[in-house]
């Protein structure tokens, strides 16, 4: 193993004991999904009617969206952890050894991928527990996943970039607050795009939330379109790697402030 | 005669932060090896942000700094394999034990496997953390805080050491425990320590050469004993019952100064300063002067010189008048 790969799996093992040690954390960050899946989609179960979701049953349509939605909103507080780490003093300790910078970031990022991806897989079960049907199998969730993971990548980079850069938990929860709520309902995650105001659709197809949603629903279906998948695929891990790529950039800017 | 590389050496640093607070106007240190080098300052003099361009956290403006004798511009990566920080807050992992946390800083220098493992035991053993080695260090006291802070910077066995105010914060007991460990760590062949400090007294104690630092810069540097030698005499502080006017001040300081064995008068607010020869002897004439004046007097010491006359000395100012002025600032809104 290459250095910098051994220090990013170092900082990848510090943050998943923490994850491991507090049980009850992982638990709560599973409510929320919970309440969607269930309680949203039993109350607007009858939403499919009007057509164009392409299944039968709201909940088959909803758990891509609630997979999203939740990598998402898990991802954009990740931030929060690296305030505190300034606000404690560690990143300034880790900024004294000779780990590589990159390292340091990409460890949260590995991090934050590994608990997206179990986070997204347990919503997926939960789903299939509550009667969901993937006629797209294993492939399907094996698209739904990763496009999770890196639609969570992008937000965690930024928010991580961000927390750098403000400093103050004020503002990051503020723009968190503004964004979660706008970035879901512009997108496909609760209506079909054939039944959503014609300015809303073209909205959702510019949010990276959408393409990861239509990528996993798509590939979750019967009869996936692949080109819609490889696009927007793409599209988010082009995104994913501008954003890490910003986020480390960002450490010199702190640097400057220190 | 000294062919040796100095340890630490930084020339005319400068360093200023967004809205034009200046945190160094031109501060050279030179720290030679196997040394305790202490900078002393009220907050907000420049102490940690010297330890933060040393330490290559942060860059100067303008400046240049070695340290083991490398740039700590030009290569960063030398530098940091040649230190060991201790800031004020290391921010040691809560969640993860004493041993975790070593185990994490040593690979990040690079240790590893059953060297790794011994060096840890070594640090937990020599910092009486054994025990609790396998606790989360969230369940820590202050003190055991402090000391695995102090373990973190020692893992890779650094050439310079440094301490950022190691005792603040510590109750009585655990500051002197730490002040002992800083005693045993100087005896330790060929490391460095470059510590700053908030408190004379600890200056005295720990450091062989300090420098003081002012507004940005070192207004003075020397042993602790030299420099109070040079401050000839005891030091006499009267407290006055009330603050005298600027004409009563110059008046009465001129009264003072020809006093037979007065070296120095200083007057501020409610506290006269005397320097003489013989502190107690000049007492008698002191306060008889004052009292034909009409000048109240609350209080009258003497003193042995201490590191706070030094203070007085070079700056003009108290050092604890000093502090307080710079945290008021702190509280204000500047850095």
Do not use: C
Not at chain 1, 176 to 185: A, K, Q, S
Not at chain 2, 38 to 66: C, E, F, M, Y
Not at chain 2, 104 to 124: I, P, S
């Amino acid at each position: 193993m290459s250095t910098a790969v051994a220090q990013t799996w170092y900082m990848t093992q510090r943050q998943l004991m923490v994850f491991a040690r507090q049980p009850a954390y992982a638990v709560i960050t599973l409510i929320q999904p919970v309440v969607w899946l269930f309680l949203f989609g039993s109350l607007f179960k009858k939403v499919v009617e009007l057509g164009g979701f392409g299944t039968g049953s709201y909940l088959d349509y909803l758990v891509p969206g609630v997979v999203v939605m939740s990598a998402l909103s898990s991802n954009m507080w990740a931030g929060m952890g690296t305030l505190e780490e300034i606000q404690r003093g560690t990143l300034n300790r880790f900024l004294t050894t000779p780990v590589s910078r990159a390292a340091l970031m990409n460890g949260n990022v590995v991090y934050n991928g590994l608990v997206t991806a179990l986070q997204s897989l347990i919503i997926v079960l939960l789903g299939l527990l509550g009667g969901a049907d993937y006629p797209g199998g294993i492939g399907g969730v094996a698209v739904l996943v990763p496009a999770s993971v890196l639609l969570g990548t992008v937000f965690g980079a930024l928010s991580n970039a961000l927390g750098m850069l403000v400093r103050e938990r004020e503002s990051l929860i503020g723009i968190n607050t503004f964004l979660l709520l706008p970035l879901t309902f512009l997108s496909s995650a609760f209506m079909a795009p054939a039944q959503m105001p014609g300015w809303m659709r073209h909205i959702a197809a510019f949010n990276p939330l959408d393409w990861a949603m239509v990528a996993g629903r798509s590939a979750l279906s019967a009869d996936p379109d692949w080109g819609d998948v490889l696009s927007r695929g793409g599209g988010l891990l082009a995104l994913a790697v501008a954003a890490v790529w910003l986020s480390i950039r960002t450490f010199r800017s702190y640097q400057r402030s220190v | 005669m000294n062919s040796r590389v100095p340890a630490v050496e930084a020339r005319q640093l400068v360093k200023t932060y967004p809205g034009d607070i200046t945190a160094l106007s031109g501060l050279d240190i030179t720290v030679e090896p196997g040394t305790v080098f202490g900078l002393l300052g009220p907050n907000g003099a420049g102490k940690s942000t010297t330890v933060k361009i040393l330490t290559t956290l942060a860059r100067p403006d303008s400046g240049a700094a070695t340290v083991a004798g490398h740039d700590v511009l030009r290569h960063p990566d030398r530098v940091r394999r040649a230190i060991g920080v201790v800031a004020q807050n290391s921010g040691a992992d809560p969640v993860a034990t004493g041993r975790e946390n070593l185990q994490l800083q040593g690979r990040l220098h690079g240790l590893k496997g059953a060297a790794l493992g011994r060096r840890v035991d070594e640090l937990l053993e020599r910092f009486r953390l054994s025990d609790a080695a396998r606790r989360p260090v969230k369940g820590y006291s202050g003190g055991m805080r402090r000391r695995l802070d102090v373990a973190l910077g020692l893992v890779h066995r650094p050439e310079v050491l440094f301490l950022d105010e190691p005792t603040t914060g510590l109750d009585p007991e655990a500051r002197s425990a730490m002040w002992d460990e800083i005693g045993r760590l100087a005896g330790e062949e060929g490391l460095t320590i470059l510590l700053t400090m908030h408190y004379l007294e600890e200056a005295d104690r720990l450091a062989e050469r300090i420098a003081i630092v002012d507004r940005g810069r070192v207004v003075v540097e020397g042993s602790p004993h030299s420099l109070k030698g040079e401050l000839r005499g005891d030091a006499v502080h009267v407290e006055l019952r009330e603050a005298l006017g600027e004409a009563g001040r110059t008046v009465l300081g001129g009264t003072l100064g020809r006093l037979p064995g007065v070296h120095e008068v200083l007057i501020d607010g409610l506290r006269i300063s005397v320097r003489a020869d013989e502190g107690a002897a000049v007492v008698p004439a002191l306060l008889a002067t004052l009292e034909r004046a009409g000048v109240g007097v609350a209080a009258a010491t003497v003193a042995r010189p201490s590191l706070d006359d030094v203070y007085l000395r070079y700056t003009g100012r108290r050092y604890a008048e000093a502090d307080s002025a710079d945290q008021f600032v702190l509280a204000g809104g500047a850095r």
